[in-house]
């Protein structure tokens, strides 16, 4: 059984850093898709970051380049994603998720698997 739990989340002043983490079980990270999302209040779920393969570069959103990496812990099967220079537009619930096989990363229609998500709240 496949379960993916997400921790990190908090209050964090603009501009500042956090670090979510999705640990998983039931699933392999080194060779599977996997990735995060988001979704804010009222918004549709968008891909925020996440890994097709483990030889492809990974896929960002186009307003977090730069300011967002992710990574993954292969030996603790934990994937993280760091968040530097965090704006207010960066609050939602960010989840994380995988698909039960390997499809495009980004697509959330094609994501089998979901934590439950940590919130993320940017603001003064």
């Known amino acids: 059984q496949v379960q993916l739990v997400e921790s990190g989340g908090g209050l964090v002043q603009p501009g500042g850093s956090l670090r979510v983490s999705c640990v998983a079980s039931?699933?392999?990270?080194?060779?599977?898709?996997i990735g995060w999302f988001r979704q804010a209040p009222g918004k549709d779920r968008e891909a925020v970051s996440c890994f097709s393969s483990s030889d492809d570069s990974p896929y960002y959103l186009d307003s977090v380049k730069g300011r967002f990496t992710i990574s993954r812990d292969t030996a603790k099967n934990t994937l993280y994603l760091q968040m530097n220079s965090l704006k207010p537009e960066d609050t939602a619930v960010y989840y994380c998720?995988?698909?039960?096989?390997?499809?495009?990363?980004?697509?959330?229609?094609?994501?089998?698997?979901w934590g439950k998500g940590t919130l993320v709240t940017v603001s003064s």
């Open positions: 998720a995988a698909p039960k096989w390997k499809l495009p990363c980004m697509v959330a229609n094609y994501m089998n698997y």
């Open positions: 039931g699933f392999t990270l080194d060779s599977n898709p």
